[in-house]
C-alpha cells in the first residue's frame, strides 16, 4: 500500500498525517477515480491511470471532529503490479510503500494518544512501515479489510 505523509503546514489541519495519496476534487465533473489519479500523480509522481488499475470506490467517509472542516472523502483502490517509483512533491513529506500484510495484521493494531488542546484523546492506529495510521486513513483501511473477510 502507497501512503504518504503530509509536509507540516499550519494551515492544513491534517498537516504531518499519513494519508493514502489524494486531494480535492476542483472540477465536480471530474469522477473520484479521475480525482485520485490526477492527484495520486501529482503528490508522488506515480501515474495511476497507466499503471494502475480500478478495483472501486469505498464508502465515503467524513471527518468525525468538528474542529476540521466538513468533507466527503471517497477512497478509490487501484491495484500496480510492483513497488513502482514514486517522486513526492513539495507538498509531501514522505511517499512509502508498505506491505499489506503489515498493514492489515491485527498485531499492528495499537491506541494512539493524540494530544488535543481539550486534552488527550485515544484513537484505534495501526503501526506499520515506520508510520502511525490513524483517523480517516485507518476507517479506509478497515473498509478494505472487510471486504477481504
Known sequence: MLFVKRLE??????SGHVAFPGGFRGDPRESPVATAQRETEEETGLPLGKAGTVLGVLDDV????????RVVVTPCVFVVPDRLPVNPTSEIELALWVPVSEVVNPANRRPFTLALPTGPVEFSSIHAGGLIIWGLT????????SLTQ
Open 138 to 145: 485507518e476507517r479506509v483501511i478497515n473498509q478494505i479489510v
Open 9 to 14: 503546514r499550519a494551515s492544513d489541519p491534517w
Open 62 to 69: 467524513f471527518p468525525r471532529s468538528v474542529h476540521l472542516p
